[in-house]
């Protein structure tokens, strides 16, 4: 783990905790006060962003949203497979149909989803990178790693059209699909029957709809649930803002701080995976 903060002295870093403990505050607030002695009385400004989804890169909760680009492969080609029955590559073709969510815009959708997250993300969920560059840390009182944040920029419609794709393959694994949705039941019955990648879910189509939800829910559903979301949404963008805005790649937090990031964790992990 870093055990140094580059662009924060150390000397500074004690004396926001030292104010911290002698006002009884948190250390943000501290670290807030801090600044503004430090700027003459004046409140730095926020950085020039205007980001809609902020999030706590947790690995099993994003493993599903990094899987989904085989499945939407799968829908947007016509697999070739062997005389023994064995993928061994794709064909264009129109895809197959979703109702309200043609699967060629969903595609596009998702990679510019997936682009907006910064660089380094996709290597700290596949566990070969445990310290991405320019993604904040935010380390516990006892010095233990609690999570990487970060806040990006996605286009609603964007995100309007992944959710009207997980209702559609919701639509058709139900049990009255319709017949515009009879191609789509059928691939994904064939989807679950023969995933062809193990990372892919195996079962009814009932079950390839939940996949596909639960993989896209950290884009799609906060994490900022029950009576403490709105506070600890507060409390991680606060976070972010000053430490993006003073050049910090590593924040300190505080038991509480700590606590309100574990919630939002936790229900990241609860969206996302069948627990």
Known sequence: MPTS?????????????????????RYTEAMRANDRTRAGGRQSPPPRLAPNLLLPLVQD???GLY??????????????L??????????????????GAPVEDVFEAYWRVRD???????????RTEEYPPDILLLVGPDGGNVVHLTAVEVAEADLALLAAFADALDRAAGPRPGPEFEALTQALGELGR????????????????????????????????GPRGADDHETLSGMLRYA????????????????????????????????
């Open 5 to 25: 903060q580059p662009r924060k002295s150390r000397k500074r870093t004690r004396e926001i905790r030292e104010q911290s403990r002698a006002a009884g505050t």
């Open 61 to 63: 909760a994003l493993e």
């Open 67 to 80: 899987a989904l680009d085989g499945l939407l492969l799968r829908l947007r080609m016509d697999m070739v």
């Open 82 to 99: 062997d005389h023994e029955g064995v993928l061994v590559g794709y064909r264009d073709s129109e895809g197959v149909p979703i109702p």
């Open 116 to 126: 907006a997250l910064p660089e380094g993300t996709e290597e700290l969920v596949d």
């Open 194 to 225: 023969v995933p062809y990648y193990p990372w892919m879910p195996e079962g009814d189509e009932a079950t390839v709809a939940d996949w596909v939800r639960r993989a896209l829910s950290p884009v799609l559903r906060s994490p900022f649930e």
């Open 244 to 275: 993006e805005d003073l050049g910090w790649d590593t924040v300190t937090v505080d038991q509480d701080e700590e606590e309100a990031v574990e919630r939002v964790m936790l229900n990241m992990v609860r969206a996302a995976l069948p627990i």
